[in-house]
């Protein structure tokens, strides 16, 4: 295909010297029509795009492995912190109900990576997924926040792996770190056992895939011995009436001691307890069989987890009044005992290092799906071919972490995470409706975008009534009206919209219904997030911004000169006769 403007000079003419680099950026609102959406193919995802990291990684893992992983990435210590603060602020003991809703919450999510996965095995997650519905920008956009998202969270939980550490041995952390006073306050605190443990898992991970998920099924099988331990001492040792009664008479008594409202916030709070699974449709490159054990391994671990997270919450509120639950440390604090505290220590250390394994293997995988695709330098999608792990990526972004760790401190850490993931997992559930419904060329793709506009939109004026309008009858009436809009927007949509697309092997069911509730519990979850998350969304946004419109777009319109990549904006293109006569997740 001859592109209009482009002179053929390799695949790196748009930086081949500084005037080559400013001509290109002469040509920067042309080549962003072109390229900002720009959609994929599943089959060119498999083959020509997958060919670029040269060496394939090799399909060695099975529906426990990807349980193992799932599991290990959820359970974390984050249920250790979230549980506290749930339970004391908002839902009292019926966290455990919290929990069964960001159980639902997640597995819906999880339902509709599988779709994706299952029809598209490759290491690009949700990456992958929406640029091959919504094109090239939107998918860097959400695919360079969620890296960033899982560096800064990797450091985050490497950090706290230290804290953890110091209590299961009885040394504080204070003592494992030193201060530079020439630092500001929040970087002046050198945690080097955190650097050692990132810097070690990197080495694991870029040595085998087959060994870090073995040494992440040991981990994890240690780490859920210690919890199934917590709640054995829990139920065991615990009063059933602290499910109704507070320890102070004038706090509100009952199941339910903030009503409905507090059920949901709370469940907003735990939520990020389970951001973890995500990263296991990373690996479905290298899976045996995608269709069998995929939707095995990512259903299973959220079904799984939450199953132990509602146990967890049950435990901890027949311990101890809702009202006398410590929202820093709930679980030592419960048991008041120093050994049952070394204990909980040591459990939570071990749940960090599966959290943090299964992270920095999904973040690598990421990074070498965006340099297949030309976004970032193609450097990352090196697939090293005696290890058949992306070497380049898993590298560059254990040393990242490692960095940030080293300085960083774990409070400023955490209020820059979670809201990328949110807003990957929003775009997701809305890209499975998009393949559904619009195959691009051919299907008027308008009333769909304009069903999920309109719904999204409905869905945040919903969380806005609900975050601040004060309580009482019109903010009740408020609610029903709004959700009653969305609920006759998705009938509507149901019965006049046809599905042009239908699973092969896996697919969401009664779809358009429960993507659309992700799509409304997610908006849920992301309104329920503090200012700093916000800023710092639009900070790594601004930034990836301009990273696509100074390189990815050039970078990327370059290898389409070169045939790496394709171009499919509003060209009328059906699947190739490859595609449809041949089944890529066969490919080797």
Excluded at 28 to 49: C, F, H, I, K, Q
Excluded at 341 to 366: D, E, H, P
Excluded at 573 to 587: G, M, T, V
Aim: charged letters at 10%; one cysteine or more; aromatic letters at 12%.
């Amino acid at each position: 295909m001859e592109i209009s403007g482009y002179v053929p000079h390799g695949p790196s003419s748009s930086f081949s010297s500084f005037r080559a680099y400013l001509r290109a950026l002469a040509q920067t609102p042309a080549r962003l029509a072109r390229r900002a959406g720009s959609v994929s193919t599943s089959y060119d995802e498999m083959s020509s795009v997958r060919a670029r990291s040269g060496s394939d990684m090799q399909k060695t893992l099975r529906w426990f492995d990807l349980v193992g992983l799932g599991v290990g990435g959820m359970v974390g210590a984050g249920v250790f912190v979230t549980t506290g603060h749930a339970s004391r602020l908002y839902a009292g003991p019926a966290i455990v109900i919290s929990y069964a809703i960001a159980g639902l919450c997640a597995l819906l999510s999880a339902f509709c990576y599988t779709e994706f996965a299952v029809d598209m095995p490759v290491a690009g997650g949700a990456f992958s997924y929406l640029r091959v519905t919504f094109g090239e920008f939107a998918a860097f956009l959400t695919g360079a926040n969620l890296v960033m998202d899982y560096v800064m969270s990797n450091a985050a939980v490497s950090r706290g792996f230290t804290a953890y550490l110091g209590t299961a041995i009885g040394v504080p952390a204070a003592k494992w770190r030193f201060t530079l006073s020439a630092l500001p306050d929040g970087f002046n605190q050198i945690d080097v056992v955190a650097v050692v443990v990132v810097l070690t898992i990197t080495l694991i991970i870029c040595y085998s895939t087959r060994e870090s998920s073995v040494l992440n099924m040991v981990l994890t099988a240690v780490h859920i011995i210690f919890i199934m331990f917590v709640i054995i001492l829990g139920f065991c040792t615990g009063d059933w009436k602290n499910f109704t009664e507070p320890a102070d008479p004038a706090h509100p008594a009952g199941f339910f001691p903030n009503g409905v409202s507090g059920v949901f916030n709370g469940a907003s709070m735990v939520y990020l307890s389970y951001i973890g699974y995500d990263a296991v449709s990373t690996m479905a490159e290298e899976v045996k069989n995608p269709v069998k054990d995929i939707p095995i391994g990512v259903s299973g671990s959220v079904l799984l987890v939450t199953v132990l997270y509602c146990l967890m919450a049950a435990s901890m509120s027949m311990l101890l009044p809702y009202d006398l639950i410590d929202p820093e440390a709930p679980f030592p604090a419960a048991f008041r005992g120093k050994w049952e505290s070394k204990l909980i220590g040591a459990g939570a250390s071990f749940g960090i290092l599966t959290s943090l394994l299964v992270a920095m293997l999904g973040q690598a995988r990421y990074m070498c799906v965006l340099g297949r695709s030309s976004v970032v330098p193609a450097w990352f999608a090196g697939v090293h071919p005696k290890t058949s792990t992306p070497v380049n990526a898993s590298a560059f972004l254990g040393i990242l972490t490692a960095a940030i760790a080293l300085f960083t401190d774990l409070n400023v850490l955490l209020n820059l995470v979670s809201i990328g993931t949110l807003f990957v997992f929003y775009m997701v559930a809305n890209a499975v409706i998009f393949r559904r419904y619009v195959v691009v060329g051919t299907t008027n793709p308008r009333p769909t975008l304009s069903f999920l506009c309109s719904f999204s939109l409905t869905s945040i004026i919903f969380s806005f009534i609900w975050q601040f309008m004060p309580p009482g009858k019109l903010k009740a009436f408020t609610l029903c009206v709004t959700a009653a809009i969305a609920v006759s927007m998705l009938q509507i949509f149901h019965c006049m919209v046809t599905q042009v697309r239908k699973p092969e092997f896996w697919g969401v069911p009664l779809m358009p219904w429960l993507p659309s509730i992700s799509i409304f519990l997610n908006i849920f979850l992301l309104g329920s997030l503090g200012r700093p998350s916000y800023v710092r969304f639009g900070v790594f946004s601004a930034v990836a911004v301009l990273v696509y419109v100074f390189y990815s777009v050039h970078a990327s319109f370059d290898a389409e000169g070169s045939g790496s990549l394709s171009q499919k904006n509003g060209e009328i293109h059906r699947e190739s006769a490859q595609e449809e006569s041949n089944d890529p997740r066969l490919a080797v």
